[in-house]
């Protein structure tokens, strides 16, 4: 079995904060969510017909999206675990770390026509522990490497005691089961769906809910890292601060422009933030390897500037001969969009911070000549990637 760099990474950034590390998610975890739209536009999608991708194409997207090696770690449902991780063996020599979503809580049920997201979330697990880890309700000792051994289980705090002590229970019952069961899990904290009161300030509640669900929390019960909505740079600076033993990441939220997810990547990342989950924003992206590994240069600082991440993401499609869906002036505005699964987003005059940057925040290569992006092929720039990788993690 081949060392995972979420292991690594995560171990170099808990003994240094500052080391530049950054993990990166690929959340293909949408069929517990949105049913027959979950994967995707097909390519035959034509306005209001509705013709979407079938579940093979979304699980071979995941294929594609683990062997072009620039995640670290592949957010499925438990049926996709099955087939991939168990089935298939997909990751056994990959660096990439299978997850399973471990619990559906009812903010993220998206059935046309239905009004779950409108009302209070409530807790609710579709799969189990066991199933991710071997497919089946009742794992031999031996059979739990089969799976996925990391987990996803999500809250969602209405600022309602009922509602919330029962998010908390939910959450609770699962981490003394993922204890004793040697399974490791991630928190993701949405912001409220539906508030039964108001809330002044956003940002400092969910980090306050934060703070006071992990605190009764032993070390062997907490979560390896958090997924957060990004609230801006006072948030995730206070929610970093809080405790350094905590790894803060960032849930992408609803498409909206490409600038959008390489500006909000490229911030939170500036205020402290270590790990970035993108679902949606990678999914409905025209070209998803190419997508990926602009995040992939943001993150790691091989690109500084998110304006100039969208011209070369551009100059991909370009050679690639993709059509971009927006003309590239349009896709460096800043839009209004949604962190709740149930959110839309849609473009607002909020021109970006770019500038007419150059190339010079790209990081050096092995012989010292820093990488020309704009000007690589797609196979240059996933060649070029997979040789950082080999540098840091081994053959």
Known sequence: ?????????????????????????????????????????????????????????????????????????????????????????????????????????????????????????????????????????????????????????????????????????????????AEQKSFRHFLEVFPPNAPQAAIADLGQFINDNIARTLAGVAGSGRPLFLKVPYNGPAAMEQLVSYDRNLVVGILGGSSGTTFDAFHQLYEAKKYGARVALYGRMINNSEHQASFIEHLRFLADGEITDPAEAVRSYHAALQKLNIAPYRAIDEDLVQSMRQSAYGGSSKTASVPSRAGNSDKSGAAESADGKSPDFANMTAQEKLAWNRRRLDRMLGD
């Open 1 to 177: 079995m081949k060392a995972k760099s979420l292991d690594i990474k995560l171990a170099k950034i808990l003994s240094d904060p500052s080391c530049g590390e950054f993990l990166l998610a690929d959340a293909k975890d949408a069929d517990m969510a949105g049913g027959m739209a979950a994967p995707g536009k097909s390519p035959e999608h034509h306005a209001q017909e509705g013709h979407f991708r079938s579940l093979q194409q979304y699980r071979e997207l995941i294929r594609q999206n683990v062997r072009g090696g620039l995640v670290d770690i592949m957010l499925m449902s438990s049926s996709s675990n099955e087939v991939l991780t168990i089935g298939e063996r997909l990751f056994d020599e990959s660096h990439v770390t299978p997850a399973i979503r471990a619990n559906d809580t009812t903010d993220i049920w998206l059935a046309r026509g239905g009004q779950y997201t409108t009302q209070p979330a409530r807790p609710f697990r579709s799969t189990t522990i066991d199933h991710g880890m071997c497919g089946k309700a009742d794992c031999d000792p031996a059979e739990r490497g089969l799976g996925a051994d990391l987990g996803l289980f999500s809250v969602t705090y209405n600022n309602d005691t009922q509602l919330d002590a029962a998010m908390l229970r939910s959450y609770k019952e699962f981490r003394l089961e």
